[in-house]
């Protein structure tokens, strides 16, 4: 696969020879989503809103914008790109180092070869930038969506970050006394499946897959009516 090239500062696309691929496991969604799945997807958001809550939240490539200004139209998100985030914190870490590496050099490394240095400094850079990036997201003052989560699967960031993240938050919510933000990943895939992956890479879920969930274009095009509905049966339970 192509190299990203490590964007600029507020810039949030890659100059890649292979950009990233989003998918899912199995064949899914019509466009004849049923308002019950509408419901149960107001009901996930309300959760994360009002608790330490992780949602993985699939949208098609061609709603991703329309999606991201709904949520946070709807919800009182902070949208972060995990692109920016990641920059941001590898400038940082650099500029701690009494000997700061060239930042040029840094920005083409994504590009080089696995088993080459400059590949390997970059990660060693990534790793230092980690525990700074969960620190801002579990600090953030209000649910936080994290978009365009590419460089997850690509460091391979999945199975170890995003799921420590995960862990973190799951062990505020059972904890009294304790207060984190929600988190929302949100993915473009081409269709609706059973679980999400970010080039291959399996997003984990808990059991009963309630930390997962597909935006069905109903909820994006209705949003007045669906949200009114999912009001009435919050309020009613």
């Not at 862990?167 to 933000?181: E, F, R, Y």
Request: one cysteine or more; hydrophobic letters at 40%; proline letters at 5%.
């Amino acid at each position: 696969k192509g190299g990203y090239c490590l964007p600029s500062v507020g810039m949030t696309s890659f100059a890649s020879a292979g950009p990233t691929q989003y998918s899912q496991t199995h064949q899914g969604e019509d466009d004849t989503t049923t308002l019950k799945s509408v419901k149960e997807l107001g009901l996930m958001l309300d959760k994360v809103v009002s608790a330490s809550h992780f949602l993985a939240l699939t949208v098609r490539p061609r709603q991703w914008w329309q999606a991201q200004e709904k949520l946070c139209r709807d919800y009182p998100f902070k949208r972060i790109s995990f692109d920016e985030l990641l920059l941001c914190h590898v400038q940082a870490v650099c500029a701690s180092m009494p000997n700061a590496p060239d930042w040029q050099v840094i920005l083409k490394a994504d590009a080089t070869e696995r088993s080459s240095r400059d590949w390997q400094n970059l990660q060693r850079l990534v790793q230092r930038a980690l525990p700074g990036m969960a620190k801002e997201i579990l600090q953030a003052a209000q649910p936080v969506l994290l978009t365009e989560p590419g460089l997850l699967a690509r460091y391979e960031l999945i199975n170890t970050w995003l799921n420590d993240l995960r862990q973190q938050l799951m062990n505020v919510s059972s904890s009294a006394g304790t207060s984190a933000p929600g988190l929302v990943l949100l993915i473009a895939v081409d269709a609706q499946r059973s679980a999400a992956l970010i080039d291959g890479g399996l997003v984990p879920t808990g059991a009963g897959s309630k930390e997962f969930a597909h935006i069905p274009s109903s909820w994006l095009e209705n949003g007045t009516l669906h949200s009114e509905a999912v009001r009435n049966t919050a309020q009613s339970n």
